[in-house]
């Protein structure tokens, strides 16, 4: 675990093209917002591949802050992410829901206590940061020290922490920009292929 310097960006070279072929689907999508889309990023597919997830875990324990004592995966996303980083780790794993249960422990977060605990946040993609930032306010309300998110793809604009407003420091494995760049280059690469002989 180290410094928020360790975006390792030959790495991200290496991780981001495979990320984004697993994921990247062309197609007709409706969008959340109703909109419709000839692109769809669909997480899951990393999420589901062993070898992916490992990968993305790997380069993840290099990004936690060294005096993490617990890490925060959210639902859904999160909970593969936070279960390989924390087996890699040996730092033990909480499972965040989207709103604490109304019944038995009635918890926010399953597994150890959170009061005067030092969370990590673990998510698998971060763009507006809304469910990092309820999961936050929550953890704190609970007595718990958050101060970072660790997270698979950063898809907010370039230059732009979505989660300044509650001092959350977002410190992602791969950028839309990373994951664009390798798209673009799989996309030219796949042109020269189809070239011949005029």
Same mark, same amino acid.
């Given at each position: *675990?180290?410094?928020?310097?360790?975006?390792?960006?030959?790495?991200? %070279?290496?991780?981001?093209?495979?990320?984004?072929? @697993?994921?990247?689907?062309? %197609?007709?999508?409706?969008?959340?917002? %109703?909109?419709?889309?000839?692109?769809?990023?669909?997480?899951?597919?990393?999420?589901?591949?062993?070898?992916?997830?490992?990968?993305?875990?790997?380069? *993840?324990?290099?990004?936690?802050?060294?005096?993490?004592?617990?890490?925060?995966?959210?639902? *859904?996303?999160?909970?593969? /992410?936070? !279960?390989?980083?924390?087996?890699?780790?040996?730092?033990?794993? /909480?499972?965040?829901?989207?709103?604490?249960?109304?019944?038995?422990? @009635?918890?926010?977060?399953?597994?150890?206590?959170?009061?005067?605990?030092?969370?990590?946040?673990?998510?698998?993609?971060? !763009?507006?940061? %809304?469910?990092?930032?309820?999961?936050?306010?929550?953890?704190?309300?609970?007595?718990?020290?958050?101060?970072?998110?660790? @997270?698979?793809?950063?898809?907010?604009? =370039?230059?732009?922490?979505?989660? =300044?407003?509650?001092?959350?420091?977002?410190?992602?494995?791969?950028?839309?920009?990373? /994951?664009?760049?390798?798209?673009?280059?799989?996309?030219?690469?796949?042109?020269?292929?189809?070239?011949?002989?005029?």
């Amino acid at each position: *675990m180290t410094s928020p310097d360790a975006h390792d960006t030959s790495y991200a %070279g290496s991780l981001a093209p495979d990320i984004d072929a @697993c994921c990247r689907l062309q %197609g007709e999508f409706t969008l959340r917002s %109703g909109q419709v889309s000839s692109e769809y990023f669909d997480k899951y597919l990393f999420e589901s591949d062993p070898a992916l997830l490992d990968r993305v875990a790997t380069a *993840m324990v290099e990004l936690l802050p060294a005096d993490t004592e617990l890490l925060g995966g959210l639902e *859904m996303g999160g909970i593969p /992410l936070v !279960t390989v980083l924390s087996a890699k780790t040996g730092v033990p794993a /909480l499972f965040v829901r989207k709103r604490a249960k109304e019944y038995g422990t @009635c918890k926010l977060a399953e597994g150890p206590d959170v009061a005067g605990r030092r969370i990590t946040i673990v998510e698998d993609v971060v !763009t507006t940061g %809304g469910a990092v930032r309820d999961a936050t306010r929550g953890l704190r309300e609970r007595g718990a020290t958050v101060e970072v998110v660790v @997270c698979a793809i950063d898809r907010s604009p =370039a230059g732009e922490d979505p989660l =300044a407003d509650v001092d959350l420091e977002v410190r992602p494995v791969l950028t839309r920009a990373e /994951l664009d760049a390798a798209a673009s280059a799989r996309e030219q690469a796949g042109g020269r292929r189809g070239a011949g002989p005029g």
